[in-house]
């Protein structure tokens, strides 16, 4: 009879990552794959705009804007070709998907989308790895004004709402500043539960401390602009992993 630690050894084996040179089968959308082994890969580091939406509870065809050029841009780089992986410290997300670095060759696929203007920064500790490269390849697509970045006019805050799933730049004044155990919120109304507001989890702090930015009073009555996926949740926010996803506008 094969023992019950065994068995964990054989379970837990089965389930470690290891993809040197494995072949991607299909691609979902901008930022997820499938593999040859019929699991599937999710980009760390970056959010390209989504193919399917969330509706109540099941997901629908609803491209996004920029979902179909993402999704092209990563099916001529990585689909029916054998890639490698590199993980960081979470392998894995609340979803099962597994969570890695892709390279074809020597293309970073991760990095090419967001040169490209294609995806944007979504860094999330301890997954943080590449987060200055990533930084610094977003700053250069929003000068060269490529993909998302060249595509539209920055929304108004009080306009985010006709946005929601939708990566954009929305801009306006933070009207107060408040914390929880969770997190920091920077709100852009009277009313938190239907007015914008920029959502900072704790363990994302450490970015902003590293800038010297403390986010309880730097931001607080400044006119910022700030990018990423609006998202609903007591009305439009963005959630903000990086100081690099904010600018202080016309700050003397």
């Known amino acids: 009879m094969i023992s019950l630690f065994f068995l964990i050894f054989l379970l837990s084996c089965s389930y470690t990552p290891c993809c040197n040179h494995i072949k991607v089968i299909q691609v979902i959308d901008g930022d997820t794959v499938k593999l040859s082994d019929g699991r599937l890969l999710r980009y760390i580091g970056i959010d390209t ?129 408040y914390t929880s155990k969770k997190a920091v919120f920077l709100n852009f109304g009277e009313d938190y539960r239907k007015d914008f507001t920029v959502v900072i989890f704790n363990d994302c702090l450490g970015f902003f401390k590293e800038k010297n930015i403390n986010p309880l009073t730097f931001y607080r009555d400044k006119e910022i602009k700030v990018w990423g996926r609006i998202r609903e949740y007591n009305g439009p926010e963005i959630i903000v992993c990086n100081p690099s996803q904010i600018e202080v506008v016309n700050e003397k």
């Not at 689909?79 to 992986?85: A, P, Q």
């Not at 970073?108 to 987060?131: H, S, W």
Request: contains cysteine.
């Open 49 to 177: 705009p989504e193919v399917r939406v969330r509706e109540k509870s099941r997901f629908v065809y609803n491209p996004q804007p920029f979902s179909l050029e993402a999704k092209e841009l990563n099916r001529k780089l990585v689909e029916n070709k054998f890639v490698r992986v590199e993980f960081d410290i979470e392998k894995f997300d609340v979803y099962g998907r597994m969570l890695g670095y892709c390279f074809v060759d020597d293309i970073f696929v991760n990095a090419r989308l967001i040169e490209e203007g294609l995806a944007v920064l979504y860094t999330k500790p301890p997954n943080v790895k590449y987060t200055d490269l990533f930084v610094t390849l977003q700053k250069k697509a929003q000068a060269l004004h490529k993909g998302i970045w060249g595509a539209y006019e920055v929304v108004s805050s009080n306009g985010a709402y006709n946005f929601i799933n939708q990566i954009r730049t929305v801009k306006g004044k933070v009207k107060g500043v």
